[in-house]
C-alpha cells in the first residue's frame, strides 16, 4: 500500500520538524561547548570561532578518562551480565517445563511495576554489607536479573519451532548445546537489542553510581559531569557542555550503528 503524494508530505513534514525538535538540544550543546562565558550569555546560538579551549579545560579539572573507562567497564559488565542471565531465564521458561512456570514468570514480570527506588535501599545495604562499595562488582551485579530482557528474549524465544528443538533431542544435543548452538544463534537481533537497551541504561544511570561509590576510583561520567557543575560558583556552562559532548558521543555512535538492530528486535518478539 502506497501513500498519496499529499500524505507523504504531510508525513515527512512530520518526520522533520520531530527530528528538528529532538536533535536541537544535542546541536545547541554542541554549539555552547565551543563559547566564552559572555557569548553563551549573549545568548548566541553560534560561537564567534570554533576552539578546542572548553575541551581542553574539561580534561584539566576532571580525571575525564578515567570515569570514561570507569563508564565502559561498568556498562560492558552489566550488558554482558543481562545477556547471560536474561537468556538462560527465558531459555527456562521456553523450553524447560515444569509445573507452575507460567506463574512463576508472571510473577517475574510483575517485578517491573516496582519502582526503582523501592528497591534502591536494600540493595544498597547489600552491598555494604558485602564491602562492595567502591568496586566494580558492586556497580554491575544488582542489574542483572532485568525483567524486560527476560520478558524481550521470552518472546522472540517463543517463536522458535517445537519441531527444531525435538530434532535436536533426537540428533542428541543437550539442553545446554541447543542453547548454545541454536537458540543464540537464531536469537542475534534480540540480543543485540538487549546488550544496545542494557548498555546505554547503565551509561547515563546517576545515582546509583552516587550511592555506592565515595571515590575516584570508579566513579563514571555521569557523575564527572555534575561534579563540573558544583566546582565553581559560577558554573561555566561552555566547559560544562564540552564534558556532555564528549559523554554521549559513545552512545550517539551505538544508536547510530545499531538502530536498524534496536528496531528489528524491539518488534521481532510481537510477530511470529
Not at 557569548?39 to 570514561?68: A, T
Not at 517491573?112 to 568496586?135: C, D, K, V
Not at 561552555?238 to 554521549?248: K, L
Request: hydrophobic share 55%; glycine share 6%; aromatic share 16%.
Amino acid at each position: 500500500m502506497t501513500m498519496s503524494l499529499p500524505k507523504k508530505i504531510t508525513f515527512y513534514t512530520l518526520l522533520t520538524a520531530s527530528a528538528v525538535v529532538l536533535f536541537f538540544p544535542i546541536v545547541y550543546a554542541f554549539m555552547i561547548s565551543f563559547m566564552t562565558g559572555p557569548e553563551i550569555l549573549q545568548g548566541k546560538f553560534f560561537p564567534e570561532s570554533f576552539h578546542l579551549d572548553n575541551y581542553i579545560r574539561v580534561f584539566d579539572r576532571l580525571p575525564l578518562l578515567n570515569y570514561l573507562l570507569n563508564s565502559f567497564i561498568v556498562s560492558a559488565g552489566v550488558m554482558l551480565g543481562q545477556l547471560v542471565v536474561c537468556s538462560l531465564a527465558a531459555y527456562a521458561f521456553v523450553f524447560i517445563p515444569f509445573r507452575g512456570s507460567n506463574f512463576v514468570f508472571f510473577l517475574f514480570i510483575s517485578t517491573m511495576m516496582i519502582p526503582w527506588e523501592a528497591t534502591m535501599i536494600p540493595n544498597f545495604f547489600i552491598i555494604q554489607n558485602l564491602n562492595w562499595l567502591n568496586t566494580y562488582q558492586g556497580l554491575t551485579l544488582p542489574f542483572f536479573a532485568l525483567a524486560f530482557g527476560t520478558f524481550l528474549l521470552r518472546q522472540h524465544f517463543l517463536t522458535i519451532p517445537k519441531e527444531l528443538h525435538e530434532a535436536a533431542q533426537v540428533a542428541g544435543l543437550g539442553p545446554f548445546r541447543f542453547f548454545l548452538k541454536v537458540v543464540l544463534p537464531v536469537s542475534k537481533t534480540s540480543l543485540v537489542t538487549l546488550g544496545a537497551y542494557g548498555f546505554l541504561t547503565t551509561w547515563n544511570m546517576y545515582l546509583w553510581p552516587l550511592l555506592v561509590t565515595t571515590n575516584d576510583s570508579v566513579r563514571t561520567v555521569q557523575i564527572g559531569l555534575k561534579q563540573l557543575q558544583s566546582q565553581e560558583v559560577a558554573t561555566d556552562w561552555g566547559v560544562v557542555m564540552a564534558g556532555v559532548i564528549v559523554v554521549i558521543i559513545p552512545t550517539l555512535l551505538l544508536l547510530f550503528l545499531g538502530q536498524k538492530q534496536l528496531q528489528k528486535g524491539l518488534t521481532q518478539g510481537a510477530l511470529k
